[in-house]
């Protein structure tokens, strides 16, 4: 591990400044438990608590570390310091840092000069955007500049799982199958309470009517649903809480309770529990999917490790990270069996017993998970009049003042993206440019 660590990080912060002590001030202290935050420069929230959470997938991290770009150093003039414009450099500098600093907290203007707008200009630093928006712009561009790396293949082989679209043809009996590569799973909130339940309308599907199917050539009604085909190491799921009304012709926060589960199986929803329960044939439309029918059991099981909190409104609001940072070798092997065959799989499941941190901004405490997941990330359904349910779950005028001036931000808080690490963990495959293949590793 220090060999590791001089090899990999060490030039990525050399010229970290280590605090001074003997000028050292409460306000100015160093990290604390071990982590260091990431400073807001203004309405960054979204993107340094998604960063915090890609940070802790230890797989991603340490690979990540690893790929460098050869390119010469690109620099440029930004608000009176000289910056290197490269994201990936920037990327592996931020996690350097994140690594090794002393500091209570790394300023993130060089990665958000480095990470740019459409229009090329650097991020705009007072402007709120979605977490989820980041994340699909973040990993579409670094994907592009690990193609050069050792590193090609590293966000697929630890974000990337296949959701399979189904056409099933209510007249013949046939089935058109789509796969669709996915780095996050979109689940909706609204009318769902909860990821099992939203699965299970999403597997269930909907009819659509007189639709010409390309196999019998008739109008006829098929089912549209979608199955979950192969899934990845690290499964990032979004919630479906910032939606467009139709009402409001504005996008509108949902905050009504969702729940998730620590220990999540999703075999119930996948394409070959699916196919095997209901025998249909897989390849109807000339794909062959047979490798989906052997997904093995064990790679549907995860545990939550992460929860991108948001709290507050479309328009309005802030977001934070819960992370467990009981990761990667201080983790528990869940397959691992001893001298019995008794495996650490409940003790691994049992994510409550790890030491989680809330990531908020610069600041990073201790987080309850115990006590607190269920008031800070299953959201409630808040607007419930007396009597009955509330029509919308959008936030009323009068809520929006009191929200706006509080300044206290508890309206809408839940859970906006959520975290799992696989039970069983797929290889990755780096390129190893001396031997000019590329080699497996874990
Ligand atoms: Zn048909």
Known sequence: MAEYLEQYILPLIKDVERPKKWKHQPSARGRVHAHCGLVNLGCICYMISMLQQFFLVPQFRYQLLKAEDDTPENLAEYKGDLIDDNLLRQLRRLFGYLELSERQAYDPKPFCFAFKEFDGSPTKIGEQKDSQEFLNIFFDRLETQLK??????????????????????????KVKNRIELFYNLSLQVKGSTGIYDSLSKMAKGQTI????????????????????????????????RIVFSFDTLQNDKVNARFEFPSLLNLKDYSFKERMTKEQLGAE??????????????????????????H???????????????????????PNAADEEGKTKFKEWSDVSKDSWKVFDDSVVRAFFFDKDLKAEAFGEASGEAEGGERKSDAMTDAELASFLTSGAQTYGKSAYMLVYERKSKKNLHEISFEADKEVDTK
């Open 148 to 173: 050069p790396t050792s590193q090609r293949h590293l966000l697929r082989d630890v974000f990337a799982g296949n959701q399979c679209t189904q056409l099933i043809c209510q007249s013949c009996g």
């Open 311 to 333: 709290v507050g409104t479309a328009d309005h609001g802030h977001y934070y990270s819960l992370i467990d940072i009981q990761r990667g070798a201080a983790e528990l092997d």
């Open 284 to 309: 109807d439309d000339g794909e062959d999917l047979s490798s989906l029918m052997n997904v093995d059991d064990d790679d549907y099981i995860y545990r939550l490790v992460g929860v991108n909190v």
């Open 209 to 240: 009517e007189d639709y010409n199917c390309d196999f019998c050539k008739e109008r006829v009604n098929v089912i549209r649903r979608s199955l979950l085909a192969d899934m990845p190491n690290t499964l990032i799921v979004h919630l479906q």
